[in-house]
């Protein structure tokens, strides 16, 4: 099996190099990997955020592996050549329309949160995010009115296909956990939510064991403040399920710890740690690479049928933190590398 390694910008091949070494460590001899550049890396010595010879990589690839991208050097360039556009492009041209992203937080961890530690101890839920819709791909420009005004304008549309998908995903999901989905929408305001929630509706018929609720995107962020323990597994859209993500990821104490996937409709996936390229960091072995790690665990597991291999992995992070690992942003002060080094020998 074929994994592609894109490590990206900034702390990208930092924790990348942490993440191998801890793949190399189980001994999988069936796994080879390619490496390739994206992001701003590829841009400066490409011309392009996502090279052809990258893209190639990736679709040739059982699955990917994925740093992150952003470069302040590429700030001034035009939106289709910023390294953002990467991930982006990589999702829309593989159909990755799935983003798992698991919120649960290590026992080691409840004082890092921001929340009470009784609080964030109950948090395990799964956000299902949809990728391929929403404002991010929908028509958008930048156009005069008809008094001269500058207006700057983003279709949010989703079809009745698109939300059908990944509500399956997201039943199927809550199939295998504790049975409870919340749909998150804003169907009071928005004709495209309308639409989420009824088409939601019509799939829960095909899941009569799973328990379906609904909620607003203001009231979701609420609750996930006041009592996250009661989500169990949430599905919502492009844009509500990018904000809410990010927050789960502060509830369970470091935007550092939550891994990633993005899955097409057979399972091949990209995975990456939620959190940026980090480029005030880059380079100076500050960055947290459990994320990451924690990303090739989601990786063995649901695109590489590996789910030992996957268990050992997260296993050695809880015993690493047991045994008292943390880098700065978890109010300790151990490099990228020792806190790799942590996992390896808890390995």
Same mark, same amino acid.
């Not at 921001?114 to 420009?141: H, M, P, Q, T, W």
């Not at 004709?191 to 799973?210: G, H, M, N």
């Given at each position: 099996?074929?994994?592609?390694?894109?490590?990206?910008?900034?702390? /990208?091949?930092?924790?990348?190099?942490?993440?191998?070494? !801890?793949?190399?460590?189980?001994?999988?001899?069936?796994?080879?990997?390619?490496?390739?550049?994206?992001? /701003?890396?590829?841009?400066?010595? $490409?011309?392009?955020?996502?090279?052809?010879?990258?893209?190639?990589?990736?679709?040739?690839?059982?699955?990917?592996?994925?740093?992150?991208?952003?470069?302040?050097?590429?700030?001034?360039?035009?939106?289709?050549?910023?390294?953002?556009?990467?991930?982006?492009?990589?999702? $829309?041209?593989?159909?990755?329309?799935?983003?798992?992203?698991?919120?649960?937080?290590?026992?080691?961890?409840?004082?890092? =949160?921001?929340?009470?530690?009784?609080?964030?101890?109950?948090?395990?839920?799964?956000?299902?995010?949809?990728?391929?819709?929403?404002?991010?791909?929908?028509?958008?420009?930048?156009?005069?009115?008809?008094?001269?005004?500058?207006?700057?304008?983003?279709?949010?549309?989703?079809?009745?296909?698109?939300?059908?998908?990944?509500?399956?995903?997201?039943?199927?999901? +809550?199939?295998?956990?504790?049975?409870?989905?919340?749909?998150?929408?804003?169907?009071?305001?928005?004709?495209?939510?309308?639409?989420?929630?009824?088409?939601?509706?019509?799939?829960?018929?095909?899941?009569?064991?799973?328990?379906?609720?609904?909620?607003?995107?203001?009231?979701?962020?609420?609750?996930?403040?006041?009592?996250?323990?009661?989500?169990? !597994?949430?599905?919502?859209?492009?844009?509500?399920?990018?904000?809410? =993500?990010?927050?789960?990821?502060?509830?369970?104490?470091?935007?550092?710890?939550?891994?990633?996937?993005?899955?097409?409709?057979?399972?091949?996936?990209?995975?990456?740690?939620?959190?940026?390229?980090?480029?005030?960091?880059?380079?100076?072995?500050?960055?947290?690479?459990?994320?990451?790690?924690?990303?090739?665990?989601?990786?063995?597991?649901?695109?590489?049928?590996?789910?030992? +291999?996957?268990?050992?992995?997260?296993?050695?992070?809880?015993?690493?933190?047991?045994?008292?690992?943390?880098?700065?942003?978890? /109010?300790? =002060?151990?490099?990228?590398?020792?806190?790799?080094?942590?996992?390896?020998?808890?390995?």
């Amino acid at each position: 099996m074929r994994v592609a390694l894109l490590a990206g910008d900034g702390i /990208g091949p930092e924790i990348m190099a942490e993440a191998r070494r !801890v793949l190399d460590a189980l001994g999988l001899d069936d796994l080879t990997y390619e490496e390739a550049l994206v992001g /701003g890396a590829a841009y400066k010595a $490409k011309g392009h955020p996502l090279p052809p010879e990258t893209l190639d990589a990736a679709k040739r690839a059982d699955a990917i592996l994925f740093g992150a991208v952003g470069d302040p050097d590429c700030d001034a360039l035009e939106r289709h050549l910023r390294p953002e556009q990467a991930i982006l492009g990589l999702r $829309k041209e593989l159909t990755l329309f799935s983003n798992l992203r698991p919120a649960k937080v290590f026992p080691q961890l409840a004082d890092a =949160s921001a929340l009470k530690a009784e609080v964030a101890s109950s948090i395990d839920l799964l956000i299902v995010r949809e990728l391929n819709g929403d404002v991010y791909f929908g028509e958008k420009g930048m156009r005069k009115t008809a008094d001269g005004l500058r207006e700057g304008y983003d279709v949010m549309s989703y079809n009745e296909a698109e939300v059908r998908r990944i509500a399956h995903s997201a039943f199927k999901a +809550a199939q295998v956990r504790r049975k409870k989905l919340c749909s998150v929408d804003k169907a009071n305001v928005l004709e495209t939510s309308q639409l989420w929630r009824d088409v939601v509706i019509e799939v829960s018929a095909d899941y009569p064991d799973v328990e379906l609720s609904h909620m607003y995107v203001d009231n979701a962020a609420m609750q996930l403040v006041r009592d996250p323990g009661q989500f169990d !597994v949430i599905v919502t859209g492009n844009l509500f399920g990018d904000i809410l =993500s990010d927050q789960a990821s502060m509830c369970v104490g470091s935007i550092g710890m939550l891994a990633s996937a993005s899955l097409d409709a057979n399972g091949k996936g990209l995975y990456e740690p939620i959190h940026g390229s980090a480029p005030d960091i880059a380079g100076q072995g500050k960055a947290n690479p459990l994320a990451t790690i924690l990303s090739a665990a989601m990786m063995l597991r649901y695109s590489l049928n590996k789910p030992e +291999a996957a268990d050992r992995i997260e296993k050695a992070v809880a015993t690493a933190l047991e045994n008292g690992a943390r880098s700065a942003d978890l /109010g300790g =002060s151990m490099t990228t590398r020792e806190m790799g080094d942590a996992v390896l020998a808890a390995l």
